[in-house]
């Protein structure tokens, strides 16, 4: 675990130097254009010991959602002193609220993205930690709908893809032997489209400072997106996935679905065959820090 940090740390700091390249914003759209988008998917369900918690949906203004609407996303203003973040009013039924979207958020969270799994298992775990109504909150809408359309912007992820296909170094940990990585993308003169899988177990021994946990993790996670390359514009984005295994002996399970398209477009089947085992979902409505946003912690860690 440690050694794939090594990589994902540095190949983070890239996200941000590729960012700050673009010193000249860009930004592909204009204030009040508008796009409407439609909720695929939005459904996690975690599984801890005898506990589990199942959320579905997303809220807007505090009101909530269901999978299978659509939400209106209007450009509201750009802030060119932070990132180069696009300010947008996003719009369910009656209901509305802000978010703001960057190319350092959607590299940043999308990298972070394709090994989410692994993330996830630095969430020390004790199953007296079960927080219901956590478990039960709404995931929200995965949504991160403008970057700077400039070729830097893609630029981390053919790089990860490339990085992948002639090495994997990313899973040279010893613990990481049971996992495989996959990753692909196609740049053509309208779309910018990127894949990747990451399958296999996942054993290891995490330490925490006040107790050591023996984890072991099947996983089968798949995550694709799709831009347009003209105006920045988020075509689509999909993560889903199961993680199942023990954390000293207690049962542990994850699954989570997150689809969102903008309207009339659809993203490609998966290009990498996988075992997914159809369920539920996590993650969230992405503001600033795009994909990554707020993973809900279900369970806190004891401290």
Known sequence: MKKMLKVIIPLALISLFLSTQLVTANFGVDIGDTFTYDCVAAERTMTLGSNTGTGTGYTVDGHAFAAGTSVVVEVLEFDDSFFNTTIYEIQAGSYVENGSSSTFGFQLGGLL???????????FVEESDWNQTEAEEAPGILLEPF?????????????????????????SDPAMTGLSIQAEYT?????????????????DTLDNGTHTYLINYDVDHHFQFAFNKANGVMKGMHVEGTMEGTSNSTVI????DMHTELAGYNLPN??????????????????????????????????
């Open 270 to 303: 998966y290009q990498f065959a996988g075992g997914f085992i159809p369920g539920f979902e996590w993650f969230l409505v992405i503001p600033a820090l795009g994909l990554l946003v707020a993973l809900p912690i279900i369970i806190r860690r004891r401290k």
């Open 187 to 203: 740049d053509s003169v309208s779309e910018f489209f990127f894949e990747s899988y990451l399958t296999g177990t996942y054993n």
């Open 113 to 123: 993205m394709t090994v989410f799994p692994m993330i996830f298992a630095f969430v």
């Open 253 to 256: 399970e994850f699954s989570y």
């Open 147 to 171: 970057v700077e359309p400039e070729a830097a912007t893609w630029t981390l992820f053919s790089d990860f893809a490339a990085e992948v296909q002639t090495g994997t170094s990313l899973l």
